[in-house]
């Protein structure tokens, strides 16, 4: 059969986990194709519509314009199947299409998931997103899974973000902010918490620059940040600020509660329930104020033991958030940027907390790693969720810097 989608080889920047990752088809605990429906684009919505391959006219019935439908992108999708929302296309552990017609006959979501792929200021680069379990496993375990490598790769043009600026900032200082970031969440020299705390107040002062219109001092602000961070100004401030505890418990138990419990995935029901009985629920299934934040506590006393083996795990998850997230510039401002990350780690600390409140052991890091890729895929790719935990945070008053920083300390 005829090429449907074109690709181009083309040199990228990414994480060394990145390079390394490979699908692993039907071994994957929770594949990709159950669980959502699988949006297709209007080329190859055309096509699954006029092939005469058997098995393209056997996904005629399951293969749906969407009502309204305007962009080309977000065209069509294949009605998922089942209790576990099956993509109609899977069969036998692995995608049909793929199998009978060739990978160029792949959606473009299909063909690039779990990549996202972007040009920032004439670079390429590829990041990947950690709903992916295999993902998860190869960018939280490996110490050097953030080295940065240019490496080639093969490229659809339609499946490409272009990125000229952000902000009233022009690429080159997108790229400069961006490189400063994550420069700061690499500083192990500091506590976790304080890096984050610094990302904070940046991103705080680069929202106050570009809404007052004087983008021009962006790299005045970067320069006194990196001096700040080498003479240890700001954080000798930050550690007069004392933690609430109970408040991280509440809160992002909260906009854990939000987002509702129900999935289709077996393996996530699994590991929900886990959670849900470590939560210090009782016999009726309801949890107090009180076990929660007693459940809270007693697990991040045991988190630095359970993640022995791989310290560096919560660093790599917002590092791997920063870069495929285009952090801060994936907001309404800098600020409302670092509000989502600062809630995907609250979350993911608590979750990981409640994990380890056992009584007996810790939890094993295969346990670690679901519940990271649980939080990826139950929430990251649900804009309405982001908005949702934003708006939360704001109307209850905890988006406040000074709030904010008692929520991250510990």
Same mark, same amino acid.
């Given at each position: 059969?005829?090429?449907?989608?074109?690709?181009?080889?083309l040199s990228a920047l990414m994480p060394r986990y990145v390079e390394r990752f490979r699908c692993i088809g039907p071994s994957c605990e929770d594949t990709c194709c159950f669980g959502w429906p699988v949006h297709i684009d209007k080329k190859t919505y055309k096509a699954y519509r006029k092939e005469?391959?058997?098995?393209? /006219?056997?996904? *005629?019935? !399951?293969?749906?314009?969407?009502?309204?439908?305007n962009n080309d992108k977000m065209y069509g999708?294949?009605?998922?199947?089942g209790e576990a929302q099956q993509c109609a296309a899977f069969q036998g552990g692995m995608c049909s299409i793929h199998a009978s017609v060739g990978e160029s006959y792949l959606s473009n979501v299909c063909h690039s998931y779990p990549r996202i792929?972007? /040009?920032?200021? *004439?670079? !390429?680069?590829?990041?990947?997103?950690?709903?992916?379990?295999?993902?998860?496993?190869?960018a939280l375990l490996a110490e050097d899974a953030f080295d940065f490598v240019e490496v080639p790769i093969q490229l659809r043009d339609a499946t490409v973000m272009e990125i000229n600026g952000r902000y009233g900032l022009p690429p080159t200082m997108v790229v400069d902010i961006r490189i400063f970031c994550i420069g700061v969440m690499r500083t192990r020299e500091l506590a976790l918490w304080q890096r984050?705390?610094?990302l904070g107040t940046f991103c705080d002062a680069l929202t106050r620059l570009c809404s007052a219109g004087e983008q021009s001092g962006a790299q005045a602000l970067?320069?006194?940040?990196?001096?700040?961070?080498?003479?240890?100004?700001?954080?000798?401030?930050?550690?007069?600020?004392q933690p609430n505890k109970e408040a991280q418990a509440m809160v992002f138990a909260t906009l854990w509660a939000a987002k509702g419990f129900d999935t289709p995935s077996p393996f996530l029901k699994?590991?929900?329930?886990?959670i849900s009985l470590r939560f210090g629920a009782d016999e009726h299934g309801q949890v107090s104020a009180d076990a929660l934040v007693q459940a809270y506590v007693y697990g991040m006393s045991r988190l630095d033991e359970a993640l022995a083996p791989a310290p560096w795990l919560i660093e790599n998850y917002l590092l791997n958030e920063m870069f495929s997230q285009l952090f801060p510039f994936n907001g309404a401002d800098p600020y409302d940027s670092y509000l989502q990350l600062v809630?995907?780690?609250g979350l993911l600390r608590l979750l990981l907390a409640v994990q380890c409140n056992m009584k007996d052991g810790i939890p094993d890091m295969a346990s670690i790693i679901a519940t990271v890729h649980l939080q990826c895929r139950r929430f990251q790719h649900d804009n309405n969720y982001t908005k949702l935990v934003n708006r939360s945070l704001q109307e209850s008053g905890w988006a406040d810097l000074d709030k904010l920083y008692r929520l991250i300390k510990i």
């Open positions: 059969m005829a090429i449907l989608h074109r690709t181009h080889t005469s391959t058997p098995e393209l /006219k056997r996904l *005629g019935e !399951y293969v749906k314009r969407l009502p309204g439908a999708v294949i009605v998922p199947v792929n972007r /040009k920032v200021n *004439g670079q !390429y680069e590829q990041g990947i997103s950690l709903s992916c379990p295999e993902a998860a496993r190869l984050l705390a610094l970067i320069d006194n940040f990196t001096h700040w961070l080498e003479t240890g100004e700001l954080v000798s401030v930050l550690d007069q600020i699994k590991v929900m329930a886990q809630a995907r780690f």
